[in-house]
């Protein structure tokens, strides 16, 4: 089983809430077990934990985190660093080698500027193709090809509530009353 933290780096509170939410909607749907953020916000943290109470696992998100220390607390504990932008090396062709590397990886998106000692950090600097476009496509593709589809299938302990998935409709049964 693949340990996977996602590290939001440059998260402005007055213009990226929603995408950063999606950040970490799709850190945790898609198998990530927590999410960090360089910026203090608590409204962000509201969000995803009501998700998480509703929708079940143990994700957790801790904001006002500082990245040096996250990333070299990481690697201390034998993680392994991808840092996602359109100016690394293609996924196609470092993710076997990631895969094959590390259990533990730490996937870091920035939101403006990322700093360069970031490059300079991670053990890979990865493209989802090397054209500009989001760090919710770019993080859902690098977890989805990291984990070879299997998180589509991932059941979510504690849940109140659970889809039962239809052809047609929508059918939501309620595990434990709220
Ligand atoms: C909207 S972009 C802005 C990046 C910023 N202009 C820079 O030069 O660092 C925000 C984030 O999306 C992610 N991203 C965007 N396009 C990407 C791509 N083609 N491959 C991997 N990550 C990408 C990166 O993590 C990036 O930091």
């Known amino acids: ?14 213009r990226d809430k929603r995408v950063t939410t999606h950040v970490g909607l799709v850190a945790r749907a898609l198998g990530a077990e927590g999410m960090l953020l360089t910026t203090e916000d608590r409204s962000v943290e509201r969000s995803i934990t009501e998700v998480t109470k509703r929708w079940g696992g143990d ?3 801790q904001t006002g985190v500082k990245w040096r220390e996250a990333i070299a607390r990481w690697k ?14 293609n996924i196609l062709d470092v993710i076997d080698e990631v895969r094959r590397t590390s259990g533990c990886i730490m996937a870091i998106v920035g939101a403006e ?3 360069s000692g970031v490059y300079e950090l991670a053990d890979w600097n990865i493209a989802v193709g090397n054209q500009p476009h989001s760090e919710i496509a770019a993080l ?20 109140r509530l659970e889809i039962v998935p239809q052809r047609v409709g929508k059918e939501v049964r309620v595990l434990k009353n709220e």
């Open 1 to 14: 089983m693949l340990r996977i933290v996602v590290l939001r780096l440059g998260h402005r509170p007055e």
């Open 76 to 89: 201390q504990g034998g993680g392994k660093v991808c840092h996602l932008t359109m100016y690394g090396q």
């Open 113 to 115: 500027k990322v700093p």
């Open 59 to 61: 994700f957790y998100i």
């Open 140 to 159: 859902a593709i690098f977890l989805d090809y990291l984990h070879q589809g299997k998180e589509l299938r991932a059941k979510f302990r504690n849940a």
